[in-house]
């Protein structure tokens, strides 16, 4: 099951270490709201930043010792957790999780990198000159901004083995599609807002494609069937750029 991604506040700020003004956010309650019978969804409060994603990775890590949970996914400064049954007292499961949070202190993954190589431009990149008309910006110095940024993987979600990537340059930030692309190909390089990410399944996609990368980010028959995990660092590498 996957947990509902809200969708990110966008700010300034390209930085990945939590910044002074982060901090008072994150001292703020969170919001916690129940999905159907069993689930319930908390929501970090403050900014779309690594600070409280951090949070979200040790609440995830403290859940995993509930005996009556069943499963924890942790999004985008989310969190769904997923009861064996329906809790008896509703208000009793939104206190225990918000002292959870209260208790959870932030850490910091040391994930592996992840290196993907990119075709940039060609036909698979449907959303580049649009994203050039947003922005101001040639296709090169997209496509430049794009494969210098250094990402976190935050999240798996949506679909098996997409990572949402944060660290995405302001000057390339893009909002996602009104109108989704019917048949987006599965390995195109994507932007959604300040995110950026790999299209794993073939589809309808509301983010913009800039490139293609062929590379089998999921595989179910692997012992580890995603190759991407929360904490990653992903890189892109330009094999071919095509303009």
């Not at 040639?138 to 098996?160: C, K, M, N, Q, W």
């Not at 990572?163 to 995405?168: C, R, V």
């Not at 599609?177 to 589809?203: D, F």
Request: proline letters at 8%; a negative charge; charged letters at 20%.
């Amino acid at each position: 099951m996957i947990a509902p991604m809200p969708q990110p506040v966008d700010n300034s700020s390209n930085a990945l270490e939590t910044s002074p003004r982060m901090a008072p956010a994150l001292h703020r309650q969170p919001v916690i709201s129940t999905i159907g019978a069993r689930a319930f969804l908390l929501e970090a409060p403050g900014h779309f930043d690594l600070a409280p994603q951090r949070r979200i990775w040790a609440l995830a890590q403290a859940l995993r010792q509930w005996d009556d949970l069943s499963e924890i996914v942790p999004g985008m400064t989310n969190l769904l957790a997923i009861f064996k049954a329906t809790p008896a007292d509703p208000d009793a499961v939104t206190v225990r999780l918000r002292d959870a949070w209260g208790r959870a202190e932030s850490i910091d993954i040391k994930g592996k990198t992840v290196e993907i190589g990119v075709i940039y431009g060609g036909e698979h990149a449907i959303d580049l000159a649009a994203l050039c008309d947003r922005s101001g910006l040639t296709d090169s110095e997209v496509v430049r901004i794009h494969h210098e940024g250094t990402y976190t993987v935050f999240a798996l979600g949506s679909a098996p083995g997409f990572g949402y990537l944060h660290g995405l340059d302001p000057r390339i930030h893009m909002p996602r599609k009104t109108v989704p692309s019917l048949k987006m190909t599965k390995g195109c390089v994507t932007i959604g807002g300040m995110q950026t990410g790999v299209a794993t399944l073939t589809g309808p996609n509301g983010w913009n494609s800039i490139g293609f990368a062929d590379l089998q980010m999921f595989d179910p028959a692997a012992a580890v069937p995603a190759i991407m995990a929360p904490g990653d660092t992903v890189r892109f590498l330009p094999e071919r750029i095509e303009l």
